[in-house]
């Protein structure tokens, strides 16, 4: 668990929880026939996830998530 404020720093415990929801797609990649789609498929779900998250509460969304498509 991060080592922050119970009543604040909601934006980074956001990018921790994606980070970490990161962690066991990627190690199951690696164990895939074909790891880069893989991975690739599992850093857009989790980044879906957090860009909604993200867009879910009153405050500045994180860049990466004003963006679209490819980008």
């Not at 980070?19 to 066991?24: E, N």
Request: charged fraction near 25%; hydrophobic fraction near 40%; proline fraction near 8%.
């Amino acid at each position: 668990p991060l080592l922050l404020p119970p009543n604040a720093f909601a934006h980074l415990r956001r990018q921790a929880a994606a980070l970490a929801a990161l962690r066991p797609r990627l190690n199951d990649c690696c164990r895939h026939q074909s790891p880069l789609p893989c991975a690739r498929r599992a850093w857009t779900d989790v980044l879906d996830g957090f860009c909604t998250d993200e867009f879910g509460v009153k405050t500045r969304q994180f860049h990466c998530c004003r963006r679209h498509g490819a980008a």
